[in-house]
């Protein structure tokens, strides 16, 4: 089963540029997070969609960060424009959500990540 | 909101020692504690978690106990070895009616098993 899907993996842009990350969940996963890791430390959750809805993206700066999950499956995550302070790790996870009979609805399995540059 | 102190940032041992990573966190609600193994330029990875209906949770050679007056959990991994080395994570959150919540992370602690 292919884990969680992005890309790029590494993206170098010029401060004041746009720049869009993707993200394919696990097949199934309806709840998929976008998170935030600087250097050194844990991930910050920056959005998180239950199917094609945002319920909760109050970390989001939504004055230059945008996402959308049109179908309920893959994500794009948007910046615009950059900031130097915008370098970072973008990490796209997902999990099942509301299930039952046993299954671990809490884990969240995480994609490999794109390193952002901002120059 | 939840806060989660992670200690120590680093450390250090030998091959085949075992390693203790420990948390602290601060929202009495929080009912669920992963914790995450992240290698060099990968996403991190779950590798074991506990909620807080038990005490101890026992995986091969990693074991996590969580004491929830005191409000901290542990890592334990036993006759650690070179490829344990990476950094590791522990997180808390509040799960209810079969939703998730955000899982709020420590700052990571860097585990270097020193052959």
């Known amino acids: 089963e292919a884990g969680v899907v992005q890309s790029p993996r590494y993206k170098i842009i010029e401060k004041k540029q746009p720049v869009a990350f993707w993200c394919n969940p696990i097949?199934?996963?309806?709840?998929l997070y976008w998170y935030l890791q600087n250097l050194g430390q844990g991930p910050e959750l920056l959005i998180r969609?239950?199917?094609?809805?945002?319920?909760?993206d109050s970390q989001l700066p939504k004055d230059r960060f945008s996402a959308e999950r049109l179908k309920g499956v893959d994500s794009t995550l948007k910046i615009q424009p950059a900031e130097l302070g915008d370098s970072a790790v973008y990490l796209c996870?997902?999990?099942?959500?509301?299930?039952?009979?046993?299954?671990?609805?809490?884990?969240?399995?995480f994609g490999p990540g794109t390193r952002l540059t901002v120059l | 909101g939840e806060n989660v102190e992670q200690h120590p940032s680093t450390l250090s041992v030998q091959e085949g020692d075992s390693a203790v990573i420990k948390c602290t966190y601060s929202?009495?609600?929080?009912?669920?504690f992963p914790w995450y193994k992240q290698e060099l330029g990968k996403g991190p990875q779950l590798i074991i978690d506990?909620?807080?209906?038990?005490g101890e949770k026992k995986d091969q050679r990693i074991a996590v106990t969580l004491n929830k007056t005191a409000k901290h959990f542990s890592l334990h991994i036993t006759e650690t070895q070179p490829e344990d080395s990476a950094v590791y994570f522990c997180?808390?959150?509040?799960?209810?009616?079969?939703?998730?919540?955000?899982?709020?992370f420590g700052k990571g602690t860097l585990l270097t098993v020193n052959p």
């Open positions: 969609y239950e199917n094609e809805e945002a319920v909760d």
């Open positions: 097949s199934g996963h309806n709840t």
């Open positions: 506990i909620r807080s209906n038990v």
């Open positions: 929202d009495s609600a929080s009912n669920y």
């Open positions: 996870a997902s999990s099942l959500g509301r299930v039952s009979g046993g299954v671990s609805y809490n884990e969240q399995f």
């Open positions: 997180a808390a959150s509040m799960v209810a009616g079969g939703s998730n919540y955000k899982l709020t």
